[in-house]
């Protein structure tokens, strides 16, 4: 099964990976929590940064 097997992302929602793992686990995938993995990402450090990354 893929992510394509339940509509794929759906861009127009503002929370869209909420959206897919509500569709992937009505489609009988089971989320989980994993504890160890961390992850690292950029977010605006301005107002102009901020609104330039709302309206994509």
Do not use: C, N
Not at 2 to 13: F, N, P, R, Y
Not at 15 to 20: F, G, Y
């Amino acid at each position: 099964m893929a992510i394509l097997d339940v509509g794929g992302w759906q861009a127009e929602q503002p929370t869209e990976d909420i959206a897919i793992s509500w569709d992937m686990q009505v489609h009988g995938w089971q989320a989980y929590f994993a504890l160890h993995i961390r992850f690292f990402m950029d977010v605006p450090e301005t107002l102009p940064e901020l609104v330039k990354q709302r309206r994509r």
